[in-house]
């Protein structure tokens, strides 16, 4: 069946049929690109997309990962990183990792949302005390239990990287309570956990990608956006939204996902180099991570933004408890909700 995919994809790619959606067009089509401009490489050599540029810390845990699998591999495999999204955005690339047309994607947990629900629960509001909380449980059972739910839709989790605490920047006011942020305009990424998260906390979402959040904060389309410390230097975004609340509301880890369709054409051994290599390269990117984050906040905070606490967190923990009870669905998942809160206890 997994041939019979591939094979469908790249006639797909010569001749497209009624029916397809836009997006299924443009991953049979780049499909299709990749595919003849690595031919004589395909069994060695891994393409991976990833949308950050080639200078940020994910990008840069990718080619370290890249170095190792050629070390521990004799040379016998190597990685092609396509940064800064030279193959698109993350959902026509996440959907061709998943018919084998991209071998690996680092991906948010936006986008994996609609395709497994276990990847909401790491992107609940407050499920994490902080970083390191974060850390420890995406390191241990519960992130493993995260990973594994992505096989029976065509993916291979290999590990988690840190995207940061995520918290709230707009053009009208400090947000120092949830009444603060009624009626604002504010981008989230396509997500609908994200959509229901500023509903429940009077906002009006905006789905929209992170590359066109700086124009429409000066041209007034948007009020505001969330994102990292990182995120909001480095899009220019605070010099339009001079205002930065540390609500710290979600801090949702990204993952590294192989195709499945190649994973199980590698030998157990090329498979254990792939995920030694990946694991590997995770403390390496937290430590530029944190590099980058302190960075940007002191730049951020010299720049003369108006930083501020929120008077009580909890009152924004309270507000967002249907966005818990509407992505709160099985048993398995209150579960791991609960396996997280445990290892919490520890970070109080």
Known sequence: MGDSIIKRGRSLAHFPQPGLSRRQMIASGLSAMLLAGCSKSSGTTFRVAEFHPSNYPTSMAISEMGRLIEGYSDGKLSMKLYAGGQLGEERDTLEMTTFGG???????????????????????????????????????????????????????????????????????????????MKGMKLR?????????????????????????????????????????????F??????????????????????????????????????????????????????LWDIKTLDAEKAVRASGVEVNEVDDQQAFVDRVQPVWREYIKTPAEQKLVDEIAEMGADHA
């Not at 998260?197 to 007034?220: F, K, R, S």
């Not at 975004?237 to 192989?258: N, R």
């Open 234 to 287: 480095e899009g220019r975004h605070f010099e339009a939204a001079k205002y930065y609340s540390l609500t710290q509301h979600v801090i949702a880890p990204e993952l590294l996902v192989m195709s499945r369709q190649r994973w199980e054409k590698l030998s157990a051994t090329e498979q254990d180099i792939v995920q030694k290599s990946a694991d590997e390269s995770v403390p390496y990117m937290r430590k």
């Open 188 to 232: 989230v990424q396509n997500s609908d956990l994200f959509v229901s998260l500023i509903q429940e906390l009077g906002g009006n979402p905006t789905p929209m990608p992170l590359g066109e959040v700086y124009q429409a904060l000066v041209q007034g389309v948007i009020d505001g956006a969330e994102n990292n410390w990182p995120s909001y």
């Open 102 to 180: 991209i071998d690996m994607n680092r991906v948010s947990l936006g986008p994996l949302n609609s395709i497994e629900p276990m990847t909401n629960i790491p992107g609940l509001p407050f499920i994490f005390k902080n970083v390191a909380h974060m850390r420890d449980a995406m390191d241990g059972a519960p992130g493993r239990q995260v990973l594994r739910s992505l096989e029976p839709h065509g993916l291979i989790g290999l590990c988690f990287y840190d995207s940061g605490a995520r918290s709230f920047y707009n053009t009208k006011r400090p947000i120092r309570t949830p009444e603060d």
